[in-house]
């Protein structure tokens, strides 16, 4: 099943980002979405520190945290596929 929504993600920036950049490519394939990573090192992202320092790399979907911690390609598919059926059902004539 291909999901068309457009959907942009949030990843965390740490040395983990390798294996999390892999497992994303893995979705790319089948869903089309913006990543925007943010370094929780950088000024002005104390918040995203205070909240993710250990539960690195994280993933939100428009927003809502998806993932954090160790997950795979499966939990992303998983997550853009609830959100891609939500968008549907609130709205049939999409």
Do not use: C
Not at 64 to 90: F, M, P
């Amino acid at each position: 099943m291909s999901v068309q929504a457009l959907s942009e993600l949030e990843l965390t920036d740490q040395p983990w980002m390798k294996i999390a950049k892999a497992e994303l490519a893995k979705v790319k394939d089948l869903h089309d979405f913006d990543l925007q990573v943010i370094n929780i090192q950088d000024k002005g992202q104390e918040t995203w520190k205070r909240k993710y320092v250990y539960w690195i790399p994280v993933l939100h979907l428009d927003g809502e945290e998806i993932a954090k911690g160790r997950w795979d390609a499966s939990n992303v598919l998983t997550a853009l596929r609830q959100r891609h059926s939500g968008l549907y059902s609130e709205n049939p004539s999409k």
